[in-house]
């Protein structure tokens, strides 16, 4: 464990935004219920395009229109989530710091956005080629899947460490 | 004879009066009740806080598989995504979708209060969260359905759509309130 990282922590938790949300009595719950209104948006919306890029929803929708139509709202949602979840870490930044499941949320958020970047640099560049394809190739399909197993991992870590944030 | 004694030994066959009948029931329910807080499954759930906690992500990923496959279908039904293609083609997935994500947060959510299943059922926002969930699944069935399969509804196809996704927005809504205020 790096300690500058636990000190970091520590400061962060003492901070007035955080002493607010870790001791308000209606503050944190009204965040935690933003963070999962976010979340339930922006992943909801998230996986029909990587079903889309798998070939199985609406195959007769380009990808590029289905992101075009359903990704403005879904980064509505991911802005809204990742506000309300840096505005909760800093009430609970030593603990969620010693937290496992807390470490495999931030790899799976670290390999969502990794998946999307290198989608939008690489895969997405030869669009034109396979668009309209019910399937697209097996690149996009497996950005699709990674998509999936991140979110679906990003959401189960989460909830683990609500429940385990305080246990020795 | 037999009918008889057993008759005069049960204070139950005597003349019912009303609020006896009610009584009867309530205890029968708080019996119920009792009964699957006790269960097996249940005490395995109250004790074990990997059980809750994967049950608690697998019913948010339920969730936000119906709530995500009814705002894609609500913008499908309005005409936003496509609107040169057949409407039952374009909703197919997301109707099977919706109905895997219902299945997914009802199961899940009916584990996770089964250890809790009285004091649940006394919370204003569980209530509420219920009474949602049963008229959004009516309306789900009876009104969406038929609009997503390119059949007559009586209302319009996007109206269908956006009733839809409010009322399991509203579900949500009950969810967290229910998490929060317990």
Not at chain 1, 76 to 86: D, E, I, K, R, Y
Not at chain 1, 88 to 111: M, Q
């Amino acid at each position: 464990m790096a300690e500058w990282l636990f000190h970091l922590c520590e400061q962060i938790e003492a901070t007035s935004l955080g002493v607010f949300v870790r001791e308000s009595i209606w503050g944190f719950p009204i965040l935690v219920g933003i963070h999962i209104v976010g979340l339930v948006f922006s992943v909801g919306i998230v996986v029909w395009l990587d079903l889309r890029l798998l070939g199985i929803s609406m195959t007769g929708v380009p990808v590029s229109r289905v992101y075009r139509r359903l990704m403005p709202l879904a980064f509505v949602g991911f802005g809204v989530m990742l506000l309300s979840g840096a505005t909760i870490f800093t009430g609970f930044a030593a603990s969620a710091y010693k937290n496992p499941y807390f470490r495999v949320k931030l790899i799976a958020l670290a390999l969502a956005a990794v998946n999307a970047i290198v989608y939008h640099t690489n895969i997405e560049r030869r669009i034109d080629k396979w668009d309209r394809a019910p399937a697209p190739p097996v690149p996009a399909r497996v950005a699709g899947i990674i998509s999936i197993v991140a979110w679906t991992t990003v959401i189960l870590a989460g909830r683990m460490m609500s429940y385990t944030l305080y246990m020795p | 004879m037999r009918e008889q004694g057993v008759r005069q030994g049960d204070p139950e066959s005597q003349v019912p009066s009303p609020e006896r009948v009610d009584y009867s029931s309530v205890a029968d329910m708080s019996s119920l009740f009792s009964a699957i807080e006790k269960s097996t499954v249940a005490m395995a759930i109250r004790d074990s806080t990997i059980l809750t906690g994967g049950l608690s992500g697998l019913h948010l990923i339920g969730l936000t598989l119906l709530l995500g496959s009814a705002l894609v279908s609500s913008a499908a039904l309005a005409g936003w995504i496509v609107n040169d293609q057949p409407i039952a083609e374009v909703t197919r997935a997301t109707r099977r979708a919706s109905i895997v994500g219902l299945c997914i947060s009802v199961a899940t959510g009916l584990l996770l209060v089964s250890f809790r299943l009285s004091m649940s059922l006394g919370t204003r926002a569980f209530r509420i969260k219920m009474l949602t969930l049963a008229a959004a699944a009516v309306f789900h069935f009876t009104v969406y359905l038929p609009a997503a399969r390119g059949r007559n509804s009586v209302v319009g196809r996007g109206l269908a759509g956006v009733l839809a996704f409010l009322l399991w927005f509203g579900v949500v809504l009950g969810g967290c309130a229910f998490i929060l205020l317990e």
